[in-house]
């Protein structure tokens, strides 16, 4: 039903209101419609009525008069540009759905369709659910004249239960359970040939291409279509040697150990066995997947990736999910690295930049890549060759679908595996302590008694956690911790002793021993002058990364002083929306930082489990400490990690190539 197959819903929908029109209220909200703002738009729309659209696209002089030459011949040219989402807008708002639709969920249908999406919604209403919860099209549909026995009601169903199952990061789901799904929300309606609706929906999506078979299940066609594409390209490239030519002949063996060697012996501590092997693997196959626990030496491995590269005359391109993550890793290769995201961008459309046959194009920070974004970067790596790295022990995806943690496990991926931790020295207790969590066994922590190496636990109850936290800060700046070198991290926003809470109680206690009303960073009023803070946004031109932190300094009249990642930076009022207070973070923001001591609270939480506590500890160097719910705890160690435990067919589908 829509071109992918899949329901990227993000947040709840913002419907649009009923009043203004539909047309008003876009031209007031979107930015591309420079210098029209509410009042504007309302004069429009008080002018023209319900022939808005046309005078927009007839450039009346009228128009002009209202806006201004500038405003309106900008409006002009973004009206012809964006006509295919305004078509829609109309035809929404003359059926009376259009407030229910939204505004948000119009325009991504008129970018998935263009100048179809009328006709596409004409033809089928229930394409709707690619987009929207199911009450929310069923209504919308029903309103539209469609039967509630319609077959295109009862494929939506199915979709809807699939993308549901999205949400949920599986790809993949029991046909029993798909139709049991679908009988829900179909609502009681017979299927037409007498048997269970749930049967009769399946069979029909089955039909209409609205769903995949595999197996004993079903998946969105989306997803099935990714995990066969990257199952069919994986494969190929495990087997396969770098790509070459004249200008890049063959390595043999002997030439690639021999380089590994001169590498090993620029280094101030000698590799192991296993990070040699890691090096010399990225030039014998075209995929290879590096595992290794923190602190392991990836690093230094994918350093040597780098310079041996270098020396064959190929090209290495190195990535992460993150801005914070491809800074650090420029950091401490010596050498440029980008996010994913500006990756893919700057390697499509006509002016895209091709990969060079034989480069290596290194992932970092893998086990987070989900199904979809692996699948963007292998359609665009040509003749090049793949390294994914990352530890299998830290956090999976946010999105659906498994990928490095398929990989890393499967006999016939090239791979190698770091399992010497180096990072923590063994005397502080952190290696240990992180072996038995990332192995299921709860270790035995002893109490908090300052600034000392190690581990130790606090028991405290929910509400009591933020109070346990600061006297362990004023404990360990009275032990002497410099500021700078603690963080908390927390796996979760909400509750007393989540990130919201526990940021706004300390910028609480500053504003409050400080009288520090006057210090609010300008269009803040919860960030003042002494707050520490994360940066949210990529902005390459001020090397600022999503996830880099730092400290408002000062605040002057019209802006704020930060050091951020070591650096100065003046942000105006208008950057206040691209910073939040960063007394604590969340392990995603945290994973692949470090701090020489890092504060964990523990409470009960539905996303809890040994992945996000590991990743926790794993950031700390040499101390860490643990609040809360010691039976939690426990409990999240010694289960198996919920996230890991996802419905996929990567796995299924790579035993079909190799086997």
């Known amino acids: 039903m829509n071109p992918s197959g899949l329901a990227p819903r993000t947040g709840r929908e913002v419907p649009m209101p009923a009043t203004p029109g539909a047309l008003e209220a876009y031209l007031a909200e979107d930015r591309d419609f420079r210098g029209i703002g509410p009042a504007r738009a309302a004069a429009l729309a008080a002018a023209f009525g319900d022939e808005l659209s ?35 807008l109309d035809w929404l708002e003359g059926r009376g759905v259009a407030s229910a639709v939204g505004t948000r969920t119009a325009i991504r249908i008129a970018r998935c369709w263009g100048h179809d999406g009328v006709d596409a919604m004409k033809d089928n209403p229930y394409l709707l659910a690619s987009f929207l919860p199911w009450a929310t099209t069923d209504r919308v549909c029903r309103a539209l004249g469609i039967e509630s026995d319609d077959p295109r009601r009862a494929v939506a169903a199915v979709e809807a239960t699939l993308y549901r199952r999205l949400d949920r990061n599986h790809t993949w789901m029991p046909r029993a359970s798909a139709e049991a799904g679908a009988t829900k929300l179909l609502a009681g309606v017979a299927a037409p040939d007498g048997r269970p609706a749930g049967a009769w929906a399946v069979d029909r999506a089955l039909e209409a291409g609205g769903a995949e078979p595999f197996g004993d299940g079903i998946q969105p066609m989306g997803a099935a279509a990714m995990e066969a594409f990257l199952a069919a390209e994986l494969s190929r490239f495990a087997a396969e040697a770098p790509v070459s030519d004249l200008a890049m002949p063959p390595l043999a063996a002997d030439e690639i150990d021999h380089a590994v060697a001169e590498y090993d012996r620029t280094q101030p501590h000698r590799l192991t066995v296993s990070q040699k092997a890691a090096i010399a693997l990225a030039f014998q196959r075209r995929l290879t997947v590096l595992g290794g626990y923190a602190g392991s030496g990836k690093t230094t491995s994918v350093r040597g990736i780098c310079e041996l590269a270098e020396r064959f005359g190929r090209d290495t391109v190195l990535t992460a999910l993150s801005g914070r993550a491809a800074q650090r890793m420029a950091q401490s290769t010596g050498r440029p690295a980008m996010t994913i995201a500006r990756f893919l961008k700057e390697t499509s459309g006509e002016a895209a930049t091709r990969l060079h046959a034989g480069s290596i194009l290194v992932i970092d920070e893998a086990s987070m890549v989900d199904l979809p974004l692996l699948w963007q970067v292998v359609r665009r790596i040509g003749e090049s060759s793949l390294v994914l790295v990352g530890d299998p022990a830290q956090l999976p995806p946010i999105g659906f679908g498994l990928t490095f943690h398929v990989l890393i496990e499967h006999p016939a991926i090239p ?209 860490v400490v643990f609040v809360g719910d010691r039976n939690v705890f426990r409990t999240a160690v010694e289960m198996p990690p919920k996230n890991l435990t996802r419905d996929v067919t990567l796995a299924s589908r790579l035993r079909s190539f190799t086997e």
């Not at 932190?549 to 105006?572: C, M, N, Q, Y």
């Open 415 to 623: 791979k190698t595996i770091l399992d010497r931790v180096m990072r923590q020295s063994a005397e502080t207790g952190i290696p240990a302590v992180a072996e038995a969590i990332r192995n299921g066994r709860c270790p035995e922590l002893g109490p908090f008694r300052g600034l000392v190496p190690g581990v130790t636990f606090i028991g405290a109850g929910p509400n009591e956690a933020f109070d346990a936290i600061f006297d362990v800060g004023a404990r360990l700046a009275k032990d002497g911790l410099r500021r700078g070198d603690a963080q908390i991290i927390a796996p979760v926003n909400a509750g007393p002793a989540g990130i919201l809470a526990i940021n706004r109680r300390f910028h609480e206690l500053r504003m409050q021993a400080g009288n520090g009303a006057s210090r609010l960073v300008p269009g803040r009023a919860d960030i003042a002058e002494g707050d520490p803070v994360i940066w949210t946004r990529n902005d390459y031109e001020r090397d600022l990364m999503n996830g880099s932190t730092g400290r408002i300094v000062e605040v002057r009249k019209d802006h704020a002083i930060a050091v951020i990642d070591g650096h100065e930076h003046r942000l105006s009022a208008a950057d206040s929306n691209l910073i939040e207070l960063a007394y604590a973070v969340s392990v995603h923001k945290a994973q692949g930082s470090q701090w020489p001591l890092v504060i964990v609270p523990v409470y009960r939480s539905r996303i809890l489990d040994r992945t996000l506590v590991y990743t926790a500890a794993t950031r700390a160097s040499q101390q």
């Open 54 to 88: 046309d005078a927009l696209a007839r450039k009346r002089p009228e128009v002009i008069a209202i806006l201004g030459d500038e405003t309106a011949t900008n409006a002009f040219a973004t009206y012809e540009i964006k006509s295919p989402e305004i078509e829609l």
